[in-house]
């Protein structure tokens, strides 16, 4: 059994025990939150998906970790203009694990 969530502009595939990086969400470390923007579950042969979101479906976390990940590095350059801009960029995460899917 699998589904399909959206949290931080993005979309998961998610299972039970699967533990993932997500945007960072403001919550306490080993707290559980729900996820409410489900967009399909499916079990097996059945599939259901929403219209944009299933009405009543919800996939429970814990949080597991909060952090940063590596760094990204920006680097411009326009030639024979003497111009050049260095930039780096660290985004927060949120680490959660799937606790369960209804």
Same mark, same amino acid.
């Not at 050049?84 to 606790?99: A, L």
């Given at each position: 059994?699998y589904?399909?969530?959206?949290?931080?502009g993005k979309?998961y595939?998610?299972a039970v025990? +699967?533990k993932? /990086? @997500?945007?960072q969400?403001?919550a306490?470390?080993?707290?559980?939150?729900e996820l409410n923007?489900?967009l !399909?579950?499916?079990?097996g042969?059945a599939v259901?998906v929403?219209m944009?979101?299933? +009405?009543g479906? /919800? @996939?429970?976390a814990k949080?597991v970790a909060?952090?940063r990940?590596?760094?990204v590095?920006?680097?411009? !350059?326009?030639?024979?203009?003497h111009?050049?801009k260095?930039?780096?960029?660290?985004?927060?995460?949120?680490?959660i694990?799937?606790?369960?899917?209804a």
């Amino acid at each position: 059994m699998y589904a399909v969530v959206k949290t931080g502009g993005k979309q998961y595939k998610v299972a039970v025990g +699967e533990k993932l /990086k @997500v945007e960072q969400i403001p919550a306490e470390l080993d707290s559980q939150i729900e996820l409410n923007e489900v967009l !399909m579950i499916a079990d097996g042969e059945a599939v259901k998906v929403g219209m944009p979101f299933i +009405e009543g479906a /919800k @996939v429970t976390a814990k949080v597991v970790a909060h952090g940063r990940h590596d760094k990204v590095r920006i680097f411009k !350059m326009r030639r024979r203009k003497h111009y050049q801009k260095r930039q780096g960029h660290r985004q927060n995460f949120t680490q959660i694990e799937i606790v369960a899917i209804a």
